[in-house]
């Protein structure tokens, strides 16, 4: 990118040339100057994001066309894909495991799960990005913001094919829903945000420790296990809570504390809840409570407000460290590969 | 002919102020600092953390002090060795290498051809690749589609093999991809065309073809900076010529004139090494001659000495 992009030269230029062929676009003025730890002049540079916008679409479309093009089931294995993951899971939890729910809580455990995959996809296709994309950062001039961009734009068409599969599961669980599973749309838009932030950090930690990109599978994997992606924030609190007869809890108390303070935490923690409910069991929907026997009203499918704000703050925390650090150093980028 | 320190301003035309500036080149360095650490990784950093150490640096000067300006309509062929910093120099110009040094200048929008295919995606049929490879090139959906035929058209992939641009790119062969990537490039109605080696690859129609659209895009004031070792290609094509050589600029002038004395300095470069290697050979050869004569003469004392065939 250039560091300065400046316009002011169009009108003399065009003033200058009279004999020449008429040229429609006015004319552009690139300096380029040495290189320095900063961010690029923030108008220009999502001014050009934004002219080159269908890139990215088209990028990410042409991504999922490449990679299914010579396969049997072609671009039906965007459905195929969660279908079969879902599968796994259903084998490892209802059949395998032996837990009761059946498929009450297989259709709670996907919830979380096929949300989690959207993030841990955005994030891990991010930091692959910069480093998989070497060919067209050392030959072309661009924001390099788009990369990132587009592949988080592969991960979502990725995902919305998981979430038919998902709502056929859930229609066929649960009937019904209130006006209050509309909260879907702003969770999805905050979790994108957050997931796109950290895809930028991820993006341009990869380009100076290539080791990033083995250690990255396995910390988001960890991360899904603190994160209450397979269990609600309600559930852990609720083992959490000391017995009173013996005094003993069924899980150690700092786990609580890895929940809690977990920046994804609040995000996928609505998800849940708008969608299947936040009890003291896993995905609680209300009803019965096999434990206590004591019969209560079906779970409130609103997510808490404050959950909600505290989302939307850990995405623009992690939207803003992730591009300040991306930008700052993308000039560098080329060099670098 | 006029050779040039490494700082000097080179006007490319003899009346520069005439003509439109495209690209102004000021003292322009561009070092690789390649860390000469193997591999950069996060245990190898940790490591030297630990050991309080710092990461060796090694500056390569790929362009070391080059200024010149080029004024609209010229095409500019770029010579020089391998790694005498002309592939460097295109990627400063283009803004995708930032400067160490100094301060490069562009007027108009820039248009790449510094590798064919960029952007492409080999599982896809050469008309989608057309696309992509124009937005890649900053166009939108509508603009490309305007163009698509005139791209397939001057690409012309039927005569080769009929209905080829609707197959998948990596069926094509290494001329065909060629085609299709250069008629992206040129159709992209740039102000400035940069090329780096691109006319190498096609058959000789093509070569031609491609020699002619470049100077139809000259004639309408377009302005191209040719990076290449057909030296032919360079004099027949550009009308202003730069030599470069360890990242200085040696020379800049006249086509025939640049090329020639590039093409005697090769003469006398190889001349100069094969004396070295003929010294060198002479020199292994008296040391051979040497050894040979010493072992006749041991093989002689020893016969003396045991008084029998040894």
Redesign the interface.
């Known amino acids: ?3 300065a992009t400046s316009e002011t ?1 169009s009108e003399q ?1 065009a003033r ?2 009279t004999s ?2 008429p ?1 429609t ?1 006015a ?9 320095r730890y900063a961010l690029p002049k923030l108008g220009p540079y999502f001014k ?1 994001v934004w ?2 916008r ?2 990215a679409t ?2 990410a479309s ?2 999922l ?3 299914h ?2 396969s049997f089931f072609g671009q039906f294995w965007l459905v195929l894909n969660p279908m079969l993951l879902a599968l796994v899971y259903f084998l490892l939890t209802s059949v395998l495991a032996g837990q009761g729910g059946g498929l009450k809580h297989f259709v709670g455990l996907l919830t979380g799960l096929f949300a989690f995959f959207y993030t841990r996809n955005i994030i891990q296709f991010a930091s692959q990005s910069i480093t998989g994309g070497g ?8 924001p390099k913001m788009l990369l990132p961009l587009s592949t988080t734009f592969t991960a979502m068409l990725m995902y919305f094919p998981t979430l038919l599969v998902y709502a056929v599961f859930y229609v066929t669980v649960h009937r019904s829903a209130t006006w209050n599973i509309l909260w879907v749309v702003p969770i999805f838009a905050i979790q994108t945000v957050f997931s796109y932030g950290l895809g930028l950090l991820f993006a341009a930690v990869t380009l ?5 990109s083995t ?1 990255l599978p396995y910390v988001l994997r960890i991360w899904m296990y603190v994160s209450p992606v397979l269990f609600s924030l309600s559930y852990i609190k609720a083992k959490t809570v000391p017995d009173p007869v013996t005094g003993h809890t069924a899980l150690p108390h700092w786990i609580l504390y890895f929940y809690q303070w977990d920046p994804f935490s609040p995000i996928i923690n609505s998800w849940n809840t708008v969608l299947v409910g936040d009890g003291p069991t896993p995905f609680y929907t209300g009803g019965t409570n096999p434990v206590t026997h004591v019969v209560t009203p079906a779970a409130s499918y609103a997510p808490q407000i404050t959950e909600i704000l505290a989302g939307t703050g850990c995405a623009i925390v992690a939207l803003l460290i992730g591009a300040w650090y991306f930008m700052s150093r993308e ?2 980028f ?2 670098r590969l | 002919m006029s050779s040039l320190s490494v700082s000097e301003t080179v006007k490319t035309v003899d009346k520069p102020q005439e003509r ?1 500036l495209a690209i102004k080149v000021e003292d322009l360095h561009l070092y ?2 390649t860390k000469a650490e193997a ?5 190898a ?1 940790l490591i030297r953390k630990a050991k309080r150490q710092k990461v060796e640096q090694k500056v390569v000067k790929a362009v070391d002090g080059v200024s010149f300006e080029v004024p ?1 309509g010229t095409v500019l062929g770029v010579i020089g060795h391998n790694g005498a910093g002309k592939s460097t120099l295109l ?2 110009l ?17 248009s ?1 051809l ?2 064919l295919g ?2 492409f ?4 049929t050469g008309r ?1 690749n057309i ?2 490879g124009g ?4 166009w ?2 509508d603009q490309i589609r305007e163009k698509e035929n005139a791209i397939i058209d001057f690409a012309d992939l039927d005569k080769l093999s009929e209905g080829a641009i609707d197959r ?1 790119m990596k069926t094509y062969s290494s001329g065909m991809y060629a085609r299709v990537a250069f008629a992206v490039g040129v159709h992209m109605d740039p ?1 400035i065309l940069l090329v780096d080696e691109a006319l190498s690859a096609g058959d000789a129609g093509f070569k031609e073809k491609a020699t002619e659209k470049m100077l139809e895009l000259c004639e ?2 377009r302005t191209i900076v040719l990076v290449s070792h057909g030296l032919e290609t360079v004099r027949h094509m550009s009308n202003h010529c730069l030599w470069m050589d360890h990242g200085h600029l040696v020379q800049s002038g006249d086509p025939d004139e640049v090329i020639d004395a590039y093409i005697e300095k090769q003469r006398k470069d190889r001349e100069e090494a094969d004396r070295k290697k003929a010294a060198a050979e002479a020199a292994e050869a008296k040391e051979d001659q040497a050894l040979a004569a010493k072992a006749e003469r041991t093989k002689e004392a020893l016969h003396r000495a045991i008084g029998e065939d040894v």
């Open positions: 990118m250039a560091t030269g230029e200058t040339k020449e062929p040229r676009a004319e552009q003025v690139h300096v380029f100057e040495p290189y050009d002219a080159r269908q890139f088209h990028m042409s991504t066309k490449g990679q093009f010579d060919k067209m950062i050392i030959n072309m001039s661009f100076y420790f290539r080791d990033m250690l000039r560098e080329a060099v | 439109r690789y600092r591999n950069p990784t996060l245990k950093a609209h990627r400063a283009s803004g995708i290498l930032p400067p160490t040094q100094g301060r490069v200048e562009v007027h108009g929008r820039v790449t510094l590798a960029v952007g995606n080999q599982n896809l989608e696309i992509l937005l890649a090139q900053g939108s959906k998948a102000d309408n004031a």
